[in-house]
């Protein structure tokens, strides 16, 4: 799904004569291979397969888009792990190192930013038969995603920077930082949807609760085999989030359960 549509020639960028002189190898190294490294490795998939399953619920049967649908939010996802993993100071990434180990912080960081940028303009193309109305409420609903993810991005960064008791959230906060972070792009894929194919917004909103819970639940269970599953520690070790004092879901709950603990 995903390298297949996201290989650019950074030459169509520049005009005639001057493309013999460039070093595009360089730029190849630095804002395209660190991606593709990370999307080469084993991953769940769990996104495309749900938004493939959303399209069959909303009656939508054009499947070349929904594939390029599922091959953008797949890699947006994949683009949020190179930040998340900088943040968080994590060292693995689905069994090999994370992103900005391996390529260094700022090639991750540029590799990042271009991605992003290129996927969003590639998925808004590809609807080639949309008024400009309608690609403006995409890019719109697009970027008002995006601002959401780093919001929760925004949360898990401050509690996992500031250890005391007085930074914990509310068991509501936690809740809503994961479904920014987890449930998000499944729902941005269901509003494309909803805007390209016109589809019933009651219909829409029922499909988005249901991944709400779909997200969060996912990201609690993610959370707990941290702690023991062996399949787990040969992709990003063994505890982990207890590692790096995150506030996962069994550290929260242990507050919360022992708020009145001296």
Not at 41 to 56: N, T, V
Not at 139 to 168: A, N, P, Q, T
Request: proline share 3%.
């Amino acid at each position: 799904i995903n390298k297949l549509t996201f290989d650019p020639d950074f030459r169509e960028y520049f005009n005639g004569d001057l493309q013999r002189e460039l070093r595009i190898d360089h730029l190849d190294q630095t804002l395209k291979d660190p991606f593709l490294d990370l999307v080469a490795r084993k991953s769940k998939y769990m996104r495309p397969l749900l938004i493939l399953i959303s399209s069959q619920l909303l009656g939508i049967t054009d499947e070349p888009r929904i594939m390029k649908l599922c091959s953008f939010i797949e890699n947006l996802h994949n683009c949020t792990l190179i930040v998340d993993d900088i943040a968080d100071k994590s060292k693995l990434r689905r069994g090999d190192l994370c992103t900005h180990l391996k390529f260094g912080e700022d090639v991750a960081l540029a590799s990042y930013g271009f991605v992003v940028n290129s996927i969003i303009r590639n998925i808004v193309n590809s609807f080639g038969d949309l008024s400009g109305e309608t690609k403006y409420l995409l890019y719109e609903c697009i970027v008002r995603f995006m601002e959401e993810i780093y919001i929760g991005l925004g949360w898990d960064i401050k509690w996992h920077g500031k250890k005391s008791l007085e930074s914990i959230p509310s068991y509501a906060n936690f809740i809503l930082m994961i479904e920014l972070k987890t449930s998000k792009l499944l729902n941005l894929a269901n509003d494309i949807m909803q805007i390209v194919y016109c589809r019933d917004p009651v219909q829409v909103d029922a499909v988005k609760s249901a991944y709400r819970s779909f997200g969060v639940g996912f990201q609690i269970n993610d959370d707990l085999i941290n702690l023991f599953d062996e399949n787990y520690k040969s992709c990003k070790g063994i505890g982990d989030d207890i590692i790096e004092s995150k506030l996962s879901y069994p550290v929260m709950r242990y507050l919360i359960d022992h708020k009145s603990d001296p």
